[in-house]
């Protein structure tokens, strides 16, 4: 079983960045896709909101609300995907969840916060 491990949450205000990373082993890293998905606090019950993916050959696509403030990439060397999160918005303000799919296998971390606020 592969384990996700999150880092990189945190507090800022409008305007600022922040960087998420995703850890796996390096045998599902390879053949796995990974991605970020978030649930805000004005959506509770609703199904987390798609942020970003990484396809395991490094192809970044991106969830319309976070296109061109958003940059996702994948460190092979430290089987590690980030997420760049640059001019944060309040709206921005939930927790992230990392996700890694691969061969018939689907995986989640446990989830990070991440506040935007002035």
């Known amino acids: 079983q592969a384990h996700l491990e999150e880092s990189g949450g945190g507090l800022v205000q409008p305007g600022e960045s922040l960087r998420l990373a995703c850890k796996t082993t390096?045998?599902?890293?390879?053949?796995?896709?990974m991605g970020w998905y978030r649930q805000t606090p004005e959506n509770p019950e609703k199904q987390r909101e798609w942020?970003?993916?990484?396809?395991?050959?490094?192809?970044?696509t991106y969830g319309d609300s976070v296109k061109g403030r958003f940059i996702i990439s994948r460190d092979c060397g430290r089987n590690t995907m980030n997420l760049q999160m640059n001019q944060l918005r309040h709206e921005d303000t939930g927790v992230y969840y990392c996700?890694?799919?691969?061969?018939?296998?689907?995986?989640w971390g446990q989830g990070i916060q991440v506040t935007v606020s002035s």
């Open positions: 390096k045998n599902f890293f390879d053949i796995s896709d």
């Open positions: 942020v970003a993916t990484t396809s395991r050959l490094g192809l970044g």
């Open positions: 996700n890694a799919r691969g061969a018939g296998l689907d995986f």
